[in-house]
């Protein structure tokens, strides 16, 4: 009786519920399937007079060209370092934060930082870039006008002076992260038993012992898992923060072209559609990859947090 | 006694380093701020100032007689994100409700489906050909809506693990027997149930929305259609973009120089206004997303 209605739901349930599931199927077969097949744009010279399908196989030439050009080493070296500095530099930070915030047991003042550092994570790009522009442009900014002046040093064009942007963006981006990235420290910190340090303190361990001792050792797992996810999104770039805050700034292609960047450019601005499929789909590629092998990694440390 | 020192030490040096790092987490905001207010040829003179000696309205005097453009866009951003939010709210349970059910068939081919698009992605140079050749999305609000933010894997997967941890299967089985259908144990059952998951994604949704710029770099080109991020884009790059404008031109009758950079500013605080005002209500379910989404079930 139990297994016959049991049956019946089975039957009955799957169309109601095919149903609610539709649009967001729809949604995600448009938006994110139908460009996965469109990878084969990589592999031809498009000719819109001929048609997307229609256009000639080139077989490999655009990823030839690709990697014939300068560009294709800058962007890689660029988007590797950047996210390299980013994630030891970020971990370290974030880390720092979620120890000092896990000291503040006043709930008012832990929300009121824990506010103030989020906050910069929460505006857009575009607004960032003003901030940055506040400081840094060569007439009126903040470090010219306010700091170096005074000094009696000389001002800095910031905006075309390539070297000085791993800097700048890296504090950027720092700024921007760090203090949403804590959460997910801070979460686990609270989940440690608290009888651990109350035993360590009675074996006479002082703090500094205590967070080198026990907080970062229970923190390992956490950490080196999403080290090893930060790796495998490695090949890719936050767009808005190569683009925009550098104000898109031809001079500083050379510190601040990413693959991200790359893909625009070719394809908005240079019209170059078989350049910019190829930089697209060799990223695509290649992220995909490392995501698994990532993922490989993190399940042979700690199953349970693997992503599949 | 040593050991409550050091303790009580690190008590103390916790909270004043976080006070110095929430402070230069907050500076760059003083001074947008600050600047907005700032006298033009104070500006001009002396640069960004966190305290300048001069203030002045006049920024904020020039967008209100430019308001036009200026509440256009705020209204295209308010629209946009209302719109996209509300759907893709709507849309993200829907389909995280049906995986949550462990007797319904097709659940683990759906979580992979989702969770696929997590993995590999296409790349934008087929997704720009899809939306512009195919969809002809070029300067319609839909190139604002539809692309990229409507719904992703990750809140997908968010809501089912929400459904499937704290919904318990009783409270379906019981609707069912009461005669209820799919339907209506899913809008009026599980949707009011899952608050504090839909605040949770809705809050992501809607920031992602009201920061975004992007679609609109790659679909827009009619000012018409411009948010207030896309606004302070092209005033970035062209301030005389608002001066073109009627009531510019009748201002700049009296005033002898434009508050160029007053200006900018102070459409920057308008821009973060909202978030600032409204996040204070809000972090509390921006902190459960983001442990959510780490912890996944």
Redesign the interface.
């Known amino acids: 009786m139990r297994t016959l209605r049991k049956r019946k739901n089975r039957l009955g349930n799957t169309l109601p519920l095919m149903l609610l599931a539709a649009p967001g199927l729809i949604y995600m077969f448009i938006n994110n399937y139908i460009p996965m097949f469109g990878i084969f744009i990589a592999f031809k010279e498009i000719d819109y007079k001929k048609g997307i399908f229609k256009s000639d196989w080139v077989g490999f030439k655009n990823f030839r060209f690709l990697f014939r050009t300068n560009d294709a080493f800058i962007m890689t070296r660029n988007t590797l370092l950047y996210n390299l500095a980013f994630i030891v530099l970020g971990t370290c930070c974030s880390l720092f934060i979620a120890i000092l915030m896990s000291e503040v047991t006043d709930r008012f003042c832990s929300k009121i930082f824990q506010a103030g550092l989020i906050l910069p994570n929460l505006i857009s790009m575009v607004v960032v870039s003003y901030i940055v522009y506040a400081f840094l442009n060569a007439d009126t900014g903040f470090i010219n006008l306010s700091i170096l002046k005074p000094l009696g040093l000389e001002e800095i064009s910031w905006y075309s002076e390539p070297g000085r942007w791993p800097f700048i963006l890296t504090l950027v981006h720092l700024w921007k992260t760090s203090g949403y990235n804590s959460i997910i420290y801070i979460a686990f910190i609270a989940g440690i038993d608290k009888g651990i340090y109350e035993s360590a303190r009675i074996d006479g361990a002082g703090k500094m012992k205590q967070i080198f001792k026990i907080t970062l050792p229970l923190l390992k797992p956490v950490i080196i898992i999403m080290f090893l996810l930060a790796v495998g999104r490695i090949f890719n770039s936050d767009f808005g923060l190569f683009y925009q805050v550098p104000m898109n700034s031809g001079a500083l292609y050379s510190t601040t072209q990413t693959i991200d960047t790359y893909v625009y450019r070719a394809l908005m601005q240079l019209n170059d559609i078989g350049m910019s499929s190829a930089a697209g789909l060799y990223q695509s590629v290649v992220g995909f990859l490392l995501v698994l092998g990532a993922n490989a990694i993190v399940r042979k440390v700690d199953p349970e947090s693997a992503l599949f | 006694m040593?050991?409550i020192n050091?303790?009580t030490?690190?008590?103390i040096?916790?909270?004043i380093?976080?006070?110095i790092?929430?402070i230069?987490?907050?500076l760059?905001?003083v001074?947008?701020f600050v600047?907005s207010f700032t006298d033009e040829v104070f500006?001009?003179k002396?640069?960004?100032?966190f305290f300048p000696k001069k203030l002045s309205l006049n920024s904020y005097k020039y967008l209100f007689n430019n308001y036009y453009t200026i509440l256009r866009a705020y209204g295209v951003s308010v629209f946009v994100t209302a719109v996209g939010t509300g759907a893709g709210i709507?849309?993200?349970t829907?389909?995280a409700?049906?995986?949550a059910?462990k007797?319904?068939?097709?659940r683990n081919i759906?979580a992979f489906?989702?969770?696929f698009?997590l993995?590999?992605?296409?790349?934008?140079?087929?997704?720009?050909?899809?939306w512009t050749?195919v969809f002809s999305i070029n300067n319609t609000y839909a190139a604002l809506i539809?692309?990229?933010f409507?719904?992703n894997?990750f809140n997908?997967l968010l809501v089912r693990n929400y459904y499937a941890n704290n919904v318990p299967g009783e409270v379906i089985e019981s609707a069912?027997i009461d005669g209820a259908?799919?339907?209506r144990i899913?809008f009026r059952i599980m949707l009011p149930m899952s608050v504090p998951v839909v605040a949770t994604v809705g809050l992501f949704t809607g920031?992602a929305y009201?920061?975004?710029?992007?679609n609109a770099?790659?679909y827009i080109s009619s000012p018409k259609y411009y948010g207030i991020?896309?606004l302070?884009?092209r005033l970035?790059n062209n301030i005389q973009f608002l001066k073109s404008s009627q009531a510019a031109t009748m201002l700049a009758g009296r005033e002898v120089e434009l508050p160029s950079?007053g200006i900018?500013?102070a459409l920057?605080v308008l821009?973060?206004l909202p978030?600032?005002i409204l996040?204070?209500f809000l972090?509390k379910y921006?902190?459960r997303g983001?442990?959510m989404g780490?912890?996944k079930g």
Do not use: C
């Open positions: 040593q050991k050091s303790e030490a690190f008590k040096f916790s909270v380093t976080l006070t790092l929430v230069f987490a907050f760059p905001f001074l947008i600047t500006l001009i002396h640069g960004y100032s709507l849309i993200t829907m389909l409700y049906p995986m059910r007797d319904f068939k097709y759906l489906v989702a969770f698009t993995l590999f992605n296409g790349g934008i140079v087929p997704s720009y050909i899809m050749r539809i692309p990229n409507l719904m894997a997908v069912k259908g799919e339907m899913f920031l009201w920061n975004d710029w992007i770099l790659y991020q896309n302070l884009i970035m950079t900018r500013m920057a821009g973060i978030i600032i996040y204070p972090q921006l902190i983001v442990v780490a912890v």
